[in-house]
């Protein structure tokens, strides 16, 4: 099986600074979204090796976010060889607790953005399995047939009353904490990632995104794009979107488009 990935990390139009970043990996190869060369990810082989790929927003100020994102995405990166060895179903996981641990300690080495943290979600494509993780209320969805199905689940403190039954989706769309995380990267000395397994197969698409994506474009917009479009043209028309709904935030977006 083969897989092409897509990207693209956007500003909005409201924000003067770019806190997402993101981080793809196959083998020696990889690419976070303030690189300097862009490689081609087209058709790469998931036999024998994966790729690994995770969408990354800091937070804590311009400054302090774009300090979180960047360092989450280079530390994988830089640490790649000994996450690498993990079975491929706690890869994910591993490498989100160890960027926490990561980025705790170079809050505590900062104390002018000792507020900062991030949230994440990545994904290994190893096989025909994608093995996620998640750190607060970036997304992944499965593009299948025509169908978009959210996998992850927001960790955010609307979410939980929604998930309780307290309020209902329609009233969390609105709710004034919608945006409060339970969980992110570096605060804590310590996270749980919420794990989850995919069996993937020809014609799939998986998605990667911030909120500022998922924060604007409905999940019925997102589905047609993804109906209509393939490649990077996808991306593109996501990013373009959220922009023409107020591009209120930084938009992250990757596809994974899986191949015969």
Partial sequence: ????????????????KNEDNYAIIRGKISETATSVDMV??????????????????????????????????????DHWNEIKIEK???LPVVALEKANVYLHNLALANPEFSKMGAVATC??????????????????????????SQ????????SNLARMGK?????????????VVSQALGPGVSVKPVDFKLKIKAGDKVLLCSDGLHGLVSSKEIQNILSLNHGQDSVDKLVNLANQLGGTDNITVIIAEILD
Wanted: net charge positive.
């Fill in 151 to 158: 996998i992850s689940e927001d960790q955010t403190f609307v």
């Fill in 123 to 148: 994904c290994y494509f190893y096989g025909k399995s994608a093995y996620g993780a998640q750190v607060g209320d970036s997304r992944l969805y499965l593009f299948r047939s025509d169908e978009l």
């Fill in 40 to 77: 081609s990810w087209n058709r790469l082989s998931l036999r024998g090796e994966g790729v690994f790929v995770s969408a990354i927003d800091g937070m804590g100020g311009s400054a302090g976010g774009q300090m979180a994102s960047e360092g989450i995405a280079k530390f994988i990166i």
């Fill in 167 to 179: 309020i209902t989706p329609k009233e969390a769309e609105t709710h004034p904490k919608r945006n």
């Fill in 1 to 16: 099986m083969k897989i092409s990935i897509f990207r693209k990390s956007d500003v909005g139009l409201v924000r003067t």
């Fill in 88 to 90: 491929p179903i706690k």
